[in-house]
């Protein structure tokens, strides 16, 4: 897929040191690219969004109806905060290495600040920041790249298509005890670290 030199401008950071506020680097075969700063913005993006998704499911299960996309136009029930939570862990796990995963799980998940992922995963500082920096951009990339689903830009994630096309058309919500098993040590945890 391709970046877009306006969507890179939009999100770089306007100090980097690499692209300079323009968002995109010439990488191989002068193809371009994103910068990492970029990629970072697009992580910080969606995980402030999934820290507001796991609020929200904490305190209420919102149905909404969505449109779908393609010419039959059918409404469906679904929970799209839910949705978006699984689709970040998922995506997360799918792309990071077994150390990176930890390291993601503990900090961004988890919500152990720098001194406690140390402490725990036997590293200095500087290599913390180091392997932080990489998830991030990593998984800056995977949010916007990964097809056909990709989690960014977000509000073509919450206001477009919905992937149950394949689903009855209308199909009734799950009950809210059944969500709840299945919803996430994670928020519990969240919510110790807070
Ligand atoms: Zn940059």
Redesign the pocket.
Known sequence: MEWTRSESLAL??QQ????????L?LGRKSHQTP????LRSVFRACYARFRRSVEKEKHLSRVTLHLMGGRSQRMSWGRKDEEYIADFTLVSKRHLDEKEYQIFKFHFLLGADWKLCCRRLGMDRGNFFHAVYRIQQKLGRAFRETQPYALFPLDEYFNGTSRRESEPAVSAPRPAHERSKRLYPVISRLDRAA
């Open positions: 770089a950071h980097c040191a690499y692209c300079h506020g323009y968002g680097l910068c990492n700063c970029v």
